[in-house]
């Protein structure tokens, strides 16, 4: 039931925004599927969205493509893999960085974070290291690129993923 909320859930467009002169895509979730791999990742501000995911309940997403400074947004990843080690475990990380408006890292780029390691993965999943993002006050508005490289370490594939939010007043 879950996977099943999550594939529609993500059959839905992507929003536009105009500003400048130019259309900017704002796309808070972004998926790569291949060969046995997906990784889904999602953009949104319900910090109570992990409590209700170790329940059995499938928790609503809402996904969030415009943030006011000041408050926390959180990264869901979801992962899903059929290749396994000698043990019958899955062995992931990630990477994780942000980037401003104007291209410069905003904070630090996060290295070989724990996607999920050391046992079986269930069908889908999230990771387990989870990150939040805050965006100050004196940080610059605009459109901010969040880069994500899973790894599955067993298969010896990388998923990319980029989300596009805006920062406003």
Do not use: C
Request: proline share 5%; hydrophobic share 40%; net charge neutral.
């Amino acid at each position: 039931m879950r996977f099943l909320t999550l594939v529609l859930f993500f059959l839905i467009n992507s929003l536009t925004v105009f500003g400048q002169g130019e259309s900017t895509q704002l796309r808070p979730h972004s998926t790569y599927q291949q060969n046995g791999f997906m990784v889904q990742a999602i953009l949104i501000s319900d910090s109570t969205f992990f409590d209700r995911w170790t329940k059995l309940e499938t928790p609503k997403i809402s996904p969030i493509a415009t943030y006011k400074r000041g408050k926390i947004l959180y990264p869901i990843i979801l992962f899903a893999t059929d290749k396994f080690d000698k043990s019958g475990n899955a062995n992931l990380t990630y990477d994780f960085a942000i980037k401003q408006p104007d291209g410069k890292i905003h904070g630090e780029i996060f290295r070989e974070l724990e996607a999920w390691s050391g046992e079986p993965a269930p069908k889908m999943h999230l990771v387990k290291r989870r990150l939040a993002i805050e965006i100050k006050e004196i940080d610059p508005l605009g459109v901010y690129q969040v880069v994500i490289f899973v790894h599955d370490k067993v298969r010896g594939e990388t998923a990319s993923l980029s989300l596009f939010f805006e920062v406003i007043e």
